[in-house]
């Protein structure tokens, strides 16, 4: 039996065999293991409805008898006829019921799996694995495969009872047409097994096509503003078209193969019954088989035919949810950075690195960078535009690695730090505003332990207590990212609030003032001052007037460490330093 | 216009019958009814084809079986034979007709809805979620292609079948026929009553999973905030409170699409109850046969099982509706940014002129009042203010990216909402605060928007660059023009995104140019170059700076002062200063 042996073959690989090389295939039937008990539910409760169903026509056909026969008991019928319905009725809606429970379980588990997966990983995985599939990845994938169970599942296995059955009872009436006939279910075996590894190659793509359409429509946005500007919408469009275009393409050639699959499971059915009209009728006329065993050998290929049939419809479905099934459990077997951390001192704020380095796609970004600073110390970072300071503060937030060297904390490695602990006392205002969709409240204290009263300092370091005073739901309004309600400014202090929020034992200002007027940022840096003493304070600026007494500051050029020291330093050492300086001299009188 | 799709007002709510619903649907694939018509006649062949199969087998069997004529047999064995082999050729021409149909109205469908998208003006997608929206490009577009591709033929077939058994049945006993029916009206009565319901509750599961989307999106997109402040578990609840939702809310809508099946199955075999006891107390009253009710109950469930088939399709029918309900109020939506006659009844001689111009935002307060100023050809100016004081909104209404709630504004004394797009990007150059760049190379998005320099290649753009003077700008990017940029730019800085940003507007040679802020993240070395490039513009291009640093307005011809609403001249840099230092902050 071949739909059995697939059936098994594939129960049995699951447990066993990891495949030799390359990616792990993965199974969507395994993924079913722990619903066994609902699944097994599920095929009994479906193979008695199929049975009850059977028992209508008995019923009938042994009314019809006894009336001719002269002991008709109308009673006797309509209850017996009357309890095979409501029973059917009972069990078709039950397992309907539990069908829809247990797709839908499958697709919440998988769901929670893949974000818990997700969450776990680092910043550099979710920005090489594209947000837009892991999107799809989440969405339409798991749909595919909640189809699968919804639909295909229970169809395909009560399916494969059906046919074995019908082989046993064609092989018990005749074993030499029932071989003959049922040569036709490898021929179909094979066909359907063709034709379905194709498939799932198309599918797959058909899956990468809609990551890209994601993106399209995710980029168009995104960029909705600068679209209007440039008037670029008819290029947006045709961008939209061309991926749109690749997705029909590929939605035809899925359909080219199984209109060409269901066809010859059909005609190769078709076969069947003429075999046995020419076979059966031949048996027949030569008396080696009985006219009765004929028309039931007849009814019984009807039976065989059918399910053959719905597997082939249902081989779209399991085609499908095995291409999103192997792309959920690329995304579930990805190697995790674990947490190696186990230090959970509180973190004092001297900071060293020695000897960083740090590549992108092969290209240093930042070379050998080696500096420290002192715990309650001010330090600013200045350089070019694309000297790797952002980077530079990454390193330091744990967001991304270095390629080689190491970053110290008090003299502790900041790998060493568990997570928790870490990111509770680094507080870090990023450059570009990343506002969720949710009130001031919840995007001001995003860590969830932080208290009201450091809530409240936190939003008057930032300047933010007169704005969000003249908001109609105060700290309740809902903000968004592209919403229209904040400025740049807003956005920014409502980011270094966040930060401030966690009462951070270093602070780390990536151009923070670069979106703030002049009077509001020397109210934020004296607030700092006043309210958060002791705190390190590493920024990231491109002005140095507001930094002029910082203890320390930092010139970083090409990815490397020009020059350490204090302003007067600088001025008198460090000749690059002494151009930016004088670049904006010029407007010197005017900054305060 | 109220642009939120989640919330909309009472008026856009209104209830539209399903016809109206299927018409306008079919109206988006009027091209495919040729194929729709063949696909419907295929399926016509195929059906006779198979019911005469199964009357030929019945034939062989009695007249040459039965008789032992062996011969016979394999005549009609051939002829079968045959047969099978027009009905594989008419199946495939079938499936192929009708998936393609499907595929092809999938494509228009996503078509006309990004396109639609991108008729909406800025307002639109302030107010939507992106992962909402991607849903139902995505996500909604297909439950309406699964409908037609996979269950339409089938229902229409089925459909098909019914009529025809039910007219044989009412023609064979009248009586006996309409009381085989009769449990198809309590079908009919059901149905209708149900489906609404049912609609309803996929509706709801449909916008959870545009919800989820939606959630799914914005945590991915901010997740370095995320791990930055160690709320990995923010994502995980936020995302558990989401999909447990959209689980109760499938789970409803899945038992609300199969509860058609027990019902329509129930009805069948009711008809078949009624059929036998009806048609034994017709044959005891001497009115029929017992061959005759043989027969009639085998006809009774041709008619039931298409109806069983039928119960399945509906639900698949109601899902789809829910889905291009979905869809449909996004089609229904309208741009608000309409291109008007122009209407000399203001003249002004100037540019660009702001006269008594008041801006609010939807369901904010005001930002603009009864402004007005003007800007003369060839002069720079410096637009400066405390953050949050209205300078993004007056550029943005410059480049029309909202229209004014009141008072007009003019280029060249024509209303600016005379002008099309096309035109007034032409004149209007914008660089914005938040720089965003495509996913592509540095090259692409230099030349994003600006088609005239696509086909010129690597070398010529360099020349036009050199020329514009911006090549020293390349020299931030490692590999020049090929650098590669990531989804939404992430791992280039800020200021590269800045320094793209501006490139690609001054390459586009507008007539007035806009930068809000576009150069804060970049360092002041590489500013003071980007000072010269727009000094070597043409002598007749305008300049609005927006921006805080002073260094960059000081070689402004005039500046302006905005807050609280209002858009005041100052007198001098001096001026600029002390309104700034002293002028309370509105934010």
Redesign the interface.
């Known amino acids: 039996m071949y739909f059995a042996k697939v059936l098994s073959d594939v129960m049995q690989r699951s447990k066993t065999k990891p495949t030799t090389t390359g990616p792990k295939k993965a199974n969507v039937f395994r993924m079913l293991k722990p619903y066994g008990g609902m699944v097994a539910f599920l095929v009994v409760m479906a193979l008695l409805g199929n049975g009850i169903n059977l028992l209508?026509p008995k019923i009938?056909g042994r009314?019809?008898d006894a009336?001719?026969a002269g002991h008709?008991i109308?009673k006797v019928?309509?209850l017996e006829?009357?309890i095979?319905?409501?029973a059917?009725?009972?069990i078709?809606?039950f397992q309907?019921?539990i069908?829809?429970?247990a797709?839908?379980?499958v697709?919440?588990n998988l769901?929670?799996q893949v974000?818990?997966k997700?969450?776990?990983q680092?910043?550099t995985y979710?920005?090489r694995s594209?947000?837009?599939k892991?999107?799809t990845n989440?969405?339409?994938d798991i749909?595919s495969v909640k189809m699968f169970v919804?639909q295909a599942f229970v169809i395909l296995i009560s399916s494969v009872f059906v046919i074995l059955g019908t082989c046993t009872l064609l092989i018990l009436i005749n074993w030499k047409l029932a071989l003959a006939v049922i040569s036709i279910v490898p021929i179909i075996g094979s066909t359907f097994f063709l034709i379905f590894r194709k498939l799932r190659v198309l599918f797959r793509r058909g899956r990468e096509i809609?990551d890209s359409?994601?993106?399209v429509?995710?980029?168009?946005?995104?960029?909705?503003?600068?679209?209007?500007?440039?008037?670029?919408?008819?290029?947006?469009?045709m961008k939209?078209?061309e991926t749109?275009?690749r997705?029909?393409d590929n939605?035809?050639a899925i359909?080219?193969l199984?209109?060409?699959l269901?066809?010859?499971i059909?005609?190769v059915s078709?076969?069947a019954?003429?075999t046995i009209?020419?076979l059966g009728?031949?048996y027949?006329?030569a008396g080696t088989m009985s006219?009765g065993d004929?028309?039931a050998f007849?009814s019984y290929l009807m039976m065989l035919i059918f399910p053959i049939l719905m597997i082939g419809f249902m081989s779209n479905i399991i085609a499908q949810a095995s291409a999103s099934y192997q792309r959920i459990s690329d995304v579930l077997e990805a190697p995790e950075t674990s947490e190696t951390g186990t230090i959970i001192t509180q973190i004092k704020g001297d900071i060293l690195l020695k000897n960083v380095s740090l590549l992108?796609?092969d290209?240093p970004i930042l070379k050998d960078i080696s500096f420290s600073i002192k715990a309650g110390s001010r330090t600013a970072i200045?350089?070019?535009?694309?000297?790797g300071?952002?980077q530079l503060l990454y390193l330091l937030?744990?967001?991304i690695s270095p390629n080689s060297g190491s970053i110290e904390f008090d003299g502790i490695n900041i790998a060493e730090y568990t997570?928790?602990l870490?990111?509770?006392q680094?507080g870090?205002v990023?450059?570009?505003?990343?506002i969720?969709?949710m009130s001031l409240r919840e995007n001001i204290a995003?860590?969830?332990k932080v208290t009201n009263e450091s809530l409240e300092k936190a939003i008057a370091t930032a300047?933010l207590t007169?704005?969000i005073e003249?908001l109609p739901d105060k700290l309740d309004t809902i903000v968004?990212?592209?919403?229209?309600?904040?400025?740049?400014?807003?956005k920014?202090?409502i980011m270094l609030a966040?930060a401030l929020a966690?009462n951070p034992k270093i602070l780390l200002l990536d151009?923070f003032t670069?979106?703030?007027?002049?009077?509001?940022e020397s109210k934020i840096l004296c607030n700092l001052d006043k309210n958060y003493p002791d705190l390190t304070l590493l920024s990231v600026t491109?002005?140095i007037a507001p930094i002029r007494h910082f203890e320390q500051i930092i010139l970083l050029m090409e990815g490397e460490v020009i020059a350490t020291g204090t302003h007067k330093e600088l001025k008198e050492s460090s000749p690059e330093y002494a151009?930016?300086y004088n670049?904006?001299r010029?407007?010197h009188y005017?900054?305060? | 216009m109220n642009y939120n799709l989640n919330k909309p007002s009472d008026k856009q709510e209104q209830k539209v019958s399903t016809f109206a619903l299927m018409r306008k649907l079919l109206g988006l694939i009027g091209e495919e009814r040729r194929n729709l018509i063949l696909a419907l006649g295929a399926i016509l062949v195929n059906a006779t084809l198979s019911l005469l199969g199964t009357y030929l087998v019945g034939h062989t069997i009695d007249t040459y079986i039965q008789t032992k004529q062996y011969h016979g047999v394999l005549v009609f064995a051939g002829i079968l034979l045959t047969l099978y082999i027009v009905a594989f050729f008419v199946n495939f021409i079938q499936m192929r007709l009708m998936g393609g149909v499907g595929q092809r109205m999938l494509f228009s469908l996503r078509n006309a809805l990004f396109n639609k998208l991108q008729e909406l003006p800025v307002d639109f997608f302030n107010q939507n979620k992106v992962g909402d929206l991607i849903s139902r490009i995505n996500n909604d577009t297909d439950k309406v292609n699964q409908f037609f591709s996979q269950s339409l033929m089938q229902f229409l077939g089925s459909i098909f079948t019914m009529l025809g058994a039910g007219i044989f049945l009412l023609s064979i006993n009248f009586q006996l026929g309409l009381a085989a029916l009769s449990p198809a009206l309590i079908v009919y009565v059901f149905t209708k009553i149900v489906s609404p319901w049912v609609k309803h509750r996929n509706a709801a599961s449909l916008k959870s999973t545009g919800y989820l989307s939606a959630e799914i999106q914005e945590s991915l997109a901010n997740f370095k905030v995320i791990i930055a402040f160690d709320r990995r578990d923010y994502f995980r609840k936020r995302f558990e409170a989401a999909n447990k939702q959209n689980y109760t809310k499938s789970v409803q809508a899945g038992i609300a699409n199969n509860i058609f099946m027990p019902v329509y199955t129930l009805a069948a075999n009711i008809g078949q109850l009624i059929v036998l006891s009806l048609g034994i107390y017709l044959i005891l009253q001497g009115n029929f046969t017992l061959g005759l009710l043989i027969s009639f109950i085998a006809y009774v469930s041709n008619f039931y099982n298409p109806l069983r088939q039928l119960a399945a399709l509906w639900a698949n029918f109601q899902v789809a509706m829910a889905g291009w309900d979905r869809i449909s109020q996004i089609l229904s939506l309208e741009t608000n940014l309409h291109v008007v006659e122009s209407t000399k009844t203001i003249t002004s001689t100037s540019f660009l002129s702001f006269q008594n111009v008041t801006f609010k935002y939807p369901n904010g307060k005001e930002v603009l009042h009864k402004v007005s100023f003007d800007l003369e050809r060839g002069k720079t100016y410096a637009f400066v203010g405390p953050t949050g004081g209205g300078k993004t909104t007056t550029a943005s209404l410059i480049a029309r990216l909202y229209d004014t709630t009141k008072g007009t504004i003019l280029i060249d004394g024509n209303d600016i909402r005379s002008y099309t797009p096309e035109e007034r990007s032409r004149i209007i150059g914008f660089i914005l605060q938040e720089p965003f760049l495509f996913s592509g190379t540095v090259r692409e998005n230099i030349l994003y928007g600006n088609p005239e320099y696509y086909k010129l290649n690597n070398e010529q753009l360099t020349e036009e660059i050199k020329n514009a003077g911006l090549e020293s700008l390349l020299e931030h990017f490692a590999q020049g023009l090929d650098t590669k940029i990531q989804t939404t730019g992430d791992g280039i800085s800020l200021g590269q995104k800045q320094l793209i940003a501006f490139m690609r507007a001054v390459l586009r040679k507008p007539e007035l140019l806009i930068l809000d802020e576009a150069t804060a993240n970049i360092d002041t070395m590489t500013e003071q170059l980007l000072d010269e490039i727009l000094k070597k513009l043409p002598e007749s291009t305008t300049l609005v700076i927006i921006a805080h640093r002073l260094n960059t307005i000081e070689n402004a011809d005039d500046i302006f002062f905005v807050n609280t609403g209002k858009v005041i001249h100052a007198g001098s840099l001096s001026d600029a200063v002390n309104m700034l230092l002293h002028e309370k902050n509105e934010s």
């Open positions: 209508i009938i009314a019809i009336f001719s008709f109308m019928v309509l006829f009357f095979a319905a409501v059917i009725f009972i078709t809606y309907n019921i069908q829809t429970y797709s839908e379980r697709a919440k769901r929670s974000s818990a997700i969450s776990r680092s910043y979710i920005l594209n947000p837009s892991l999107l989440l969405t339409s749909d919804a809609i359409l994601n993106k429509i995710n980029e168009s946005i995104m960029g909705s503003a600068l679209i209007r500007v440039l008037n670029s919408q008819q290029p947006e469009s939209f078209m749109n275009t997705s029909r939605g035809l359909l080219r199984f209109a060409t269901i066809p010859i059909m005609f078709n076969l019954v003429v009209l020419a009728g031949h027949v006329v006219l004929f028309a007849n992108y796609d290209k200045i350089g070019p535009t694309a000297a300071k952002s937030t744990k967001l997570n928790e870490f990111h509770s680094i870090f990023f450059q570009d505003s990343v969720f969709n995003f860590n969830d300047e007169d704005f003249s968004s990212e592209r919403g229209t309600s904040l400025s740049g400014g807003q920014q202090r966040r966690i151009d670069s979106r703030v007027d002049q009077k509001t491109q002005k151009q930016i670049s904006q010029s407007t005017y900054e305060l």
